[in-house]
């Protein structure tokens, strides 16, 4: 069975870094484009960042562009998120996921992690 377990998550104060994780299982890894979405309270789930399933290409929502870095390890089957300069509106549960393109849509993709949360403080 198909697993995404995220990971390293948490409390943060404004300007600082978080890395979240998210552990694949039970899909052939290096066969699947990745995803981070996100979701506020109240709010639409938000394309965060994608990345191919070569590692080639990577792509980002425009309010985090130049601070979030997505990339995928593909002998340990996980992907990662290096967030930076955090602010309070990047406060979300955060979820990664698998699928057949990296797109923008969450629709498009079939597997979803469980999510993690990031609070940033001000």
């Known amino acids: 069975q198909v697993q995404l377990v995220e990971s390293g998550g948490g409390l943060v104060q404004s300007g600082g870094s978080l890395r979240l994780s998210c552990a694949v299982s039970?899909?052939?890894?290096?066969?699947?484009?990745l995803a981070w979405f996100r979701q506020a309270p109240g709010k639409e789930r938000e394309f965060v960042a994608s990345?191919?399933?070569?590692?080639?290409?990577?792509n980002y929502a425009g309010s985090v562009k130049g601070r979030f870095i997505i990339s995928r390890d593909n002998a340990k089957n996980t992907v990662y998120l290096q967030m930076n300069t955090l602010k309070p509106e990047d406060t979300a549960v955060y979820y990664c996921?698998?699928?057949?393109?990296?797109?923008?849509?969450?629709?498009?993709?079939?597997?979803w992690g469980q999510g993690t949360q990031v609070t940033v403080s001000s």
């Open positions: 996921s698998a699928g057949p393109w990296a797109t923008r849509v969450h629709q498009e993709y079939n597997y």
């Open positions: 039970g899909l052939s890894f290096r066969s699947y484009a």
């Open positions: 990345i191919t399933w070569g590692g080639d290409t990577t």
